[in-house]
């Protein structure tokens, strides 16, 4: 089981990987960013303190976990991902399930190599 320092560590990692990326992507809004640090924040903490309740490294686990981070990330940021902080329409949703899942993909393997399970 971790300790804070290491959550908030990785937290921390996934917030600079995830927001720096899709803001490359175009999602640069004050809003839109704002909202990626708090929810990367939130499921961030969240699987680590499941993780660290299980206290052993299951691929399985991880996997769904993952999978649940990125539908929940996702589906909190096509909320302002939109022009003027609306809700964005299918394509662009589409568009940014994509990069989220990419960012989370890249932020998911600099943690394995920072801190190997």
């Keep these: 089981m971790g300790t804070l320092v290491d959550w908030f560590g990785a937290a921390a990692l996934t917030i600079v990987i995830e927001t720096a990326l899709l803001a490359i992507a175009g999602y640069r809004s004050r809003r839109f960013v704002t909202v990626c640090i708090f929810i990367n924040l939130a499921t961030n903490l969240t699987l680590n303190v499941v993780l660290g309740l299980v206290s052993a ?61």
């Design 57 to 117: 490294w299951q691929w399985g686990l991880v996997g769904a976990l993952e999978v649940v981070v990125v539908i929940v990330e996702w589906a909190v940021l096509r909320l302002v991902a939109g022009p003027d902080g609306h809700p964005v329409r299918a394509r662009a949703s589409a568009r940014l399930a994509g990069f989220v899942l990419l960012a989370n993909l890249a932020s998911f393997a600099v943690g394995l190599l920072l801190y190997r399970p």
